[in-house]
């Protein structure tokens, strides 16, 4: 996707979450999530792989969430959309204008 998005290109609504983590009384916490703001974004399927991890087979995608500029997005937020989860792992702004923010995102299954 061109880092110059047409707004029609935003047709996607999601709600992004920030992590709250809560004591959990033995020394550890529980991280939950919150919702933080309904959003338009365009959504973009980059890549899709599957792997053993803990004794079972999980895949995982790379994704790509372009919403307009917001100061507030950071890694470990998280976009939910139609019941999926999106884990933000990196945020960009492609023109350095503040304009838009492409967020890559990765989705466990």
Same mark, same amino acid.
């Given at each position: #996707?061109?880092?110059? /998005?047409?707004?029609? !290109? #935003?047709?996607? +609504?999601?709600?992004?979450?920030? /992590?709250?983590?809560?004591?959990?009384?033995?020394?550890? &916490?529980?991280?939950?999530?919150? /919702?933080?703001?309904?959003?338009?974004?365009?959504?973009?399927?980059?890549? !899709?792989?599957?792997? &053993?991890?803990?004794?079972?087979?999980?895949?995982?995608?790379?994704? !790509?969430?372009?919403?307009?500029? +917001? !100061?507030?997005?950071?890694?470990? #937020?998280?976009?939910? &959309?139609?019941?999926?989860?999106?884990?933000?792992?990196?945020?960009?702004?492609?023109?350095?204008?503040?304009?838009?923010?492409?967020?890559?995102?990765?989705?466990?299954?």
């Amino acid at each position: #996707m061109n880092a110059y /998005p047409k707004i029609g !290109a #935003m047709r996607q +609504r999601v709600t992004l979450e920030a /992590p709250t983590d809560t004591q959990d009384g033995v020394g550890g &916490f529980v991280r939950n999530y919150t /919702p933080a703001a309904q959003l338009w974004a365009h959504i973009e399927n980059l890549s !899709a792989a599957e792997q &053993f991890a803990e004794q079972r087979l999980e895949q995982s995608g790379k994704i !790509a969430v372009t919403i307009r500029w +917001r !100061a507030d997005v950071q890694s470990q #937020m998280r976009f939910e &959309f139609h019941g999926r989860k999106l884990v933000v792992r990196s945020v960009q702004d492609p023109d350095e204008r503040r304009r838009f923010l492409r967020c890559l995102c990765e989705e466990l299954t």
